[in-house]
T-cell receptor
Framework: AQSVTQLGSHVSVSEGALVLLRCNYS??????LFWYVQYPNQGLQLLLK????ATLVKGINGFEAEFKKSETSFHLTKPSAHMSDAAEYFC??????????????WGLGTSLAVNP | DTEVTQTPKHLVMGMTNKKSLKCEQH?????MYWYKQKAKKPPELMFV???????INESVPSRFSPECPNSSLLNLHLHALQPEDSALYLC????????????????FGPGTRLLVL
């Protein structure tokens, strides 16, 4: 079964420091991969997605992620953390489901705290 | 525009009440989804509508009843809920239920926070 693993349920960084949130996936076929962010008391917002066009994907708010097939990873990075980046981050992979549909398999999420 | 709207934002209901959650998108997306999310957990898929037909029911109790009146609207009817059903209910939509070229990218609404007393 396909799965997504996010290493570290809680990550804490200082403002201005590098943000690195880890995501590893298991998939027998080239995957579609996503990072979503959820700010407190809000819905999920798409940060970026990998759809096999380019291995380095740039997203919103200065985030980017690199797809590494050999490592089955899709880690999310941002060079300089801002206080407003404090949120819950979810990695997800799109998989085939019954009836010619696709569904998302989610990681458990990583809570990012940014310290002043 | 990638906006999905949901109403109400908050809902408090008793275990004997009947209420409905509403979701709307005007992006021409042909797949719509209902998710349930507990605090600090990933969303759990409940239902998927594909071209206005129910295509996935993830073994959701019958006290949750989805409805898709047209391609832009999705409702979730609630009846005789239990306190453990208290959660954030998220609606999402995607362009193409079968995926392809990123067509399965799901866009989420802000959610309805439900409290069952």
């Amino acid at each position: 079964a396909q799965s997504v693993t996010q290493l570290g349920s809680h990550v804490s960084v200082s403002e201005g420091a590098l943000v690195l949130l880890r995501c590893n996936y298991s998939s027998s076929v080239p995957p579609y991969l996503f990072w979503y962010v959820q700010y407190p008391n809000q819905g999920l917002q798409l940060l970026l997605k990998y759809t096999s066009a380019a291995t380095l994907v740039k997203g919103i708010n200065g985030f980017e992620a690199e797809f590494k097939k050999s490592e089955t990873s899709f880690h999310l990075t941002k060079p300089s953390a801002h206080m407003s980046d404090a949120a819950e981050y979810f990695c997800a992979v799109s998989v085939d489901n019954a009836g010619n549909n696709r569904k998302l398999i989610w990681g458990l999420g990583t809570s990012l705290a940014v310290n002043p | 525009d990638t906006e999905v709207t949901q109403t109400p934002k908050h809902l408090v209901m008793g275990m004997t009440n009947k209420k409905s959650l509403k979701c709307e998108q005007h992006m021409g997306h042909r797949a719509m989804y209902w998710y349930k999310q507990k605090a600090k957990k990933p969303p759990e898929l409940m239902f998927v509508y594909s071209y206005e037909k129910l295509s996935i029911n993830e073994s959701v109790p019958s006290r949750f009843s989805p409805e898709c009146p047209n391609s832009s609207l999705l409702n979730l009817h609630l009846h005789a809920l239990q306190p453990e059903d208290s959660a954030l209910y998220l609606c999402a939509s995607s362009q193409d239920p079968s995926g392809g070229a990123g067509g399965e990218t799901q866009y989420f609404g802000p959610g309805t926070r439900l409290l069952v007393l």
